[in-house]
């Protein structure tokens, strides 16, 4: 069974503020981690994935993640937060191959306060 | 260069209803895929083409929801009959090849009443 999750709901932070966004992740083989963001109202737009090689992943605005097999995690980070980063951050894994489909974590809202 | 597009946008149904949702993939996808997402659930798998054919049919949803690509650039999902239990927003997404980036259409939200 592959499984994603997201510990936590909701995470609250100033504008100019760090902020890092926590997945874990339990899949029986090669697992391929991406982060999806998705605004109010709108549908999820791609930030990053890891594939393999170097661990930090570079995304758009600004946001990197970093792999860890050994903690099982791929956790998200931005170093200055703006407004409109106000969104859910969703945190998905695919076996790759053939198969294709995402396994999603229940997401994280991202609330930044001015 | 056109993304994902969906129609309608809002739909309202009754109880015991059929309704058909549809998506246009991004132009030359290979892979599309069908998504329910609700507050409790989260993102659930509805169905999974690739090159037009099911690859996944999402298991659970089996029984009423049915989605079908007749053409490498249309598709719907069928649900019949509704249930009030059905009400969610339902995206479509698209990506390029297997494992590539997915991208998602603006979703529908459907209420069943």
């Known amino acids: 069974t592959q499984t994603v999750s997201q510990s936590d709901a909701h995470v609250t932070v100033f504008e100019g503020d760090s902020v890092e966004l926590r997945c874990n992740y339990s899949?029986?083989?090669?697992?391929?981690l991406s982060w999806y963001i998705q605004h109010h109202g709108r549908g999820l737009q791609f930030l990053l994935k890891?594939?393999?090689?170097?661990?930090v992943v570079q995304g758009v605005n600004g946001f990197e993640a970093e792999f860890s097999k050994s903690d099982s995690s791929f956790h998200l980070r931005k170093a200055s937060v703006h407004w409109s980063d106000s969104a859910v951050y969703f945190c998905?894994?695919?076996?790759?191959?053939?198969?294709?489909?995402?396994?999603f974590g229940k997401g994280t809202k991202l609330s930044v306060k001015s | 260069d056109a993304g994902v597009t969906q129609t309608p946008r809002h739909e309202v149904a009754e109880k015991g209803q059929t309704i058909i949702l549809k998506c246009e993939p991004v132009?030359?996808?290979?892979?599309l895929f069908w998504y329910r997402q609700t507050k409790i659930q989260g993102l659930e798998l509805l169905s999974y083409?690739?090159?037009?054919?099911?690859?996944?049919d999402g298991g659970a949803f089996k029984d009423r929801f049915k989605a079908e690509m007749l053409n490498s650039s249309f598709s719907t999902l069928k649900i019949q009959p509704t249930e009030p239990k059905d009400s969610a927003v339902y995206l479509c997404?698209?990506?390029?090849?297997?494992?590539?980036?997915?991208?998602f259409g603006p979703g529908t939200r459907l209420t069943v009443l």
């Open positions: 997404a698209s990506s390029l090849a297997g494992g590539a980036e997915q991208y």
């Open positions: 899949y029986g083989g090669s697992i391929y």
């Open positions: 890891y594939y393999s090689g170097n661990p």
């Open positions: 998905a894994g695919d076996s790759g191959g053939s198969n294709a489909k995402l396994t």
């Open positions: 132009s030359g996808h290979n892979d």
């Open positions: 083409f690739r090159s037009k054919s099911l690859m996944e």
